[in-house]
């Protein structure tokens, strides 16, 4: 039973109760939206701004071009490649999704390098891109499926 002080009136014990209703509500909401959205894993930078990212960072070592030899794999097809990497048994990082692969694999580049690659030379971006700046980037090597 719901003990209630004497000084306290019934329209301030309603709003303390739908405050309080309020609250839990918006936490239960917030833990499901932040469930689907791991699950849905989209991102949602800017493309173009993520292009230029790719060309500052990332093209000296993984190239916009099939077959086009290169320090670290290629971008072409990243997406397909990422679906299957993270469902391999070899894969131990935590991603569940090919965006979330690619973000663990800028943010966290040893948890898992492709065969054929060596270890250790893709640097660790976790101290050096902003978190726009890694959606943006996620955003445009998505569209290389």
């Known amino acids: 039973m719901l003990s209630i002080s004497p000084n306290i009136t019934l ?3 309603r709003i303390l109760l739908l405050g309080l209703f309020s609250s ?3 936490a239960a909401c917030g833990s499901s939206a932040q469930a689907t959205n791991r699950r849905n894993d989209s991102p949602t930078g800017d493309i173009n701004q993520g292009q230029e990212l790719h060309t500052a960072y990332c ?3 993984h190239s ?3 077959g086009k030899s290169s320090i670290g794999p290629p971008v072409v097809g990243l997406v397909s490649r990422s679906a ?3 469902t391999s048994d070899d894969y131990k990082g ?3 999704t090919p965006a979330g692969y690619i973000r663990e694999s800028i943010m966290e580049p040893g948890t898992y390098v492709v065969p054929g690659y060596p270890d250790g030379l893709m640097p660790n971006y976790s101290n ?3 978190q726009d700046d890694l ?3 996620v955003s445009y090597l998505m569209t290389y499926q």
Do not use: D, H, W
Request: charged share 25%.
């Open 64 to 66: 916009r071009e099939q």
């Open 135 to 137: 959606e943006n980037l």
């Open 11 to 13: 329209i301030q014990t």
């Open 59 to 61: 093209v000296g070592c």
């Open 84 to 86: 299957e990497t993270i």
């Open 128 to 130: 050096t891109l902003s």
């Open 94 to 96: 935590k991603a569940e």
């Open 24 to 26: 839990i509500l918006l």
